[in-house]
């Protein structure tokens, strides 16, 4: 057996009565060695099997130490993520917490989800109904203590940046379920606070590297752990090894730092974060032709645009593999009304102080992109040629005249727990 620990160490946190949750995630890996790991007395793990959600049916699994495991089946009215969630999962945690027997509680979580979805969903969504309970988030009576990630050298890296859908590995976790594969592995990892890598006897030790570089900027400061195919997982060594200022289920927003942690800035196996600036707006059409160059050889991109026909929204722009999704990021704080100004975080208004225009305010774009086999200078070349040129600044009466790919907004017509920059969760936590 072989197993390799990389990341800093933690130091103990302040006491904290609610009952700690750990979720485990993952497309590939050994999840189930990360669960058994966990399962001694006092812990109850929970897995919601999905498998069957558009057909409105969940199959439900509770495990504890030296029992059978607890099987229901779910049958709910709408076939959705989000149904399970709020009918199921958040009140089976609140209920869980009100047991004197149990102290932590693990969540299993179905390979299609993403864990800051459900992170999202415990600090926010409210719980009505729980005898012995006022009515609030699941985040009244648990914290998340950790997101453990689990995946496979072998296939991580072309998963990550492919293009293939969901839909083309045949599993959706819902009908109009569009997410490709990229979006969701690495969405998975770049939220984990520990990640479990298996690298099976046909990983040789040169392939890992391209690998260990993309986690190391991926989810910097997560403690990385390498095991055999056969070996056993140590749940507990892991969390010991989560740094005391990981993310812990926190959700940042759109207009967060977009390096978060410290991740390395230089070159290493051809992989590298390329971050891109500019204070002057994006010119809609040739940011249209400019986006296949942030989807072959990247792994991902984050960040905010600033386009020239939409003056008072900010755009925000991620990427995985061959999948691109650009939504609204809200106003920029040079469009708000004072009251407006007023509600927005005092963190973001501190530091657009630091770089505000006196013309166009706070208006920027700033992205990250994190490149596996591309070519950075052509990278940053192109998105320079998507700006608005000189001749073009002083026409700015004809901005918004011009044609705009990216004017149309989505409008969901359930009320869906997605990603935690999508209009819908904004309007649901107002």
Known sequence: MTIIVEGRASVNLPTDRRIPVVLVSGWTGAMGAVV????TEGTVA???????????VVRRTIYTAGEQPRETILELAHGCVSCTLRQDLLPLLRTLSNRSSI????????????????????????????VGRVD?????????????????????????????????RGTQASHDDE?????????????????????????????????????????????????????????????????FDARRGAVS???????????????DCGVSLVEFTASRPLHPERLHEAVDVLLAGVVSVRGRAWVATQPNEALWVESAGGGLRVASAGKWLASMNSNELNRADF??????????????????????????????????????WALVSDDEMLMREKWITWTDPFGSSHEDPCDRIQSPYSDVNREATE
Do not use: K
């Not at 058994?36 to 399962?39: A, H, P, V």
């Not at 929970?46 to 409105?56: A, F, T």
């Not at 496979?152 to 492919?162: E, I, K, M, N, V």
């Open 36 to 39: 058994t790991s966990f399962l």
């Open 136 to 168: 609030g988030p699941a985040s009244r009576d648990v914290r998340v203590e950790a997101v453990i990630n689990c995946l496979d050298a072998a296939t991580w890296l072309d998963d990550a940046t492919g293009d293939d859908s969901l839909t083309d």
């Open 103 to 130: 102290h932590r509680i693990v969540l299993a979580m179905d390979p299609t989800l993403e864990p800051a979805v459900l992170c999202w969903a415990i600090r926010h969504v409210v719980v009505e109904g729980i």
């Open 347 to 384: 963190t973001r208004r501190a530091m657009a102080a630091l770089r505000w225009d006196e013309e166009f305010g706070d208006r920027d774009t700033s992205l990250v992109v994190l490149v596996h086999t591309a070519d950075p200078s052509e990278i940053d070349r192109t998105l320079r």
């Open 253 to 267: 927003d759109a207009h967060s730092p977009l390096l978060r942690g410290q991740p390395p800035l230089t070159e």
């Open 46 to 56: 929970v897995r919601h099997d999905l498998s069957r959600v558009r057909e409105g």
């Open 179 to 243: 997410r490709t594969l990229a979006q969701l592995v690495v969405g998975q990892v770049e939220y984990a606070d520990a990640l479990v890598v298996t690298a099976g006897p046909d990983v040789e030790s040169w392939d890992r590297g391209p690998l260990a570089a993309v986690l190391a900027r991926l989810a910097p400061g997560a403690p990385v752990v390498w095991i055999d195919v056969d070996s056993t997982a140590d749940g507990e060594m892991l969390l010991s090894a989560v740094p």
